[in-house]
């Protein structure tokens, strides 16, 4: 199996900074994209970004400008450095990648278990 370990959440004011990770570990063969979801009180997951292994990002137009993901492939580990943080960026933020155990095996979506990101006014 594929385990993700988020970290990094925690409580911070309005137009403050967080930096999440992720590091994956297990049986790992190889691992594609990486990216994070957030989800909100009573709202559904969202997409926040992600990026491929070779570097490419993508971005939810609420969050573009202010967080900024990338990974360290030796790692296995992903980041998202968030900046200029707003009340309504509260949320559970989850990890997630699509990987391989091993050559035979298909690749899978994994998720980690969530870290809590509160933004106070």
């Known amino acids: 199996q594929v385990q993700l370990v988020e970290s990094g959440g925690g409580l911070v004011q309005a137009g403050g900074s967080l930096r999440l990770s992720c590091a994956a570990s297990?049986?790992?063969?190889?691992?594609?994209?990486m990216g994070w979801y957030r989800q909100a009180p009573g709202k559904q997951r969202e997409l926040v970004a992600t990026?491929?292994?070779?570097?490419?990002?993508n971005y939810a137009d609420s969050v573009k400008d202010r967080f900024s993901i990338s990974r360290d492939n030796a790692k296995n580990t992903v980041y998202l450095q968030m900046n200029s943080l707003k009340p309504e960026d509260t949320a559970v933020y989850y990890c997630?990648?699509?990987?391989?155990?091993?050559?035979?095996?298909?690749?899978?979506?994994?998720w980690g278990q969530g870290t809590q990101v509160t933004v106070s006014s």
């Open positions: 997630n990648t699509v990987a391989s155990r091993g050559v035979g095996f298909p690749r899978a979506l994994y």
């Open positions: 297990g049986r790992i063969f190889s691992i594609n994209a």
């Open positions: 990026i491929t292994s070779g570097g490419s990002t």
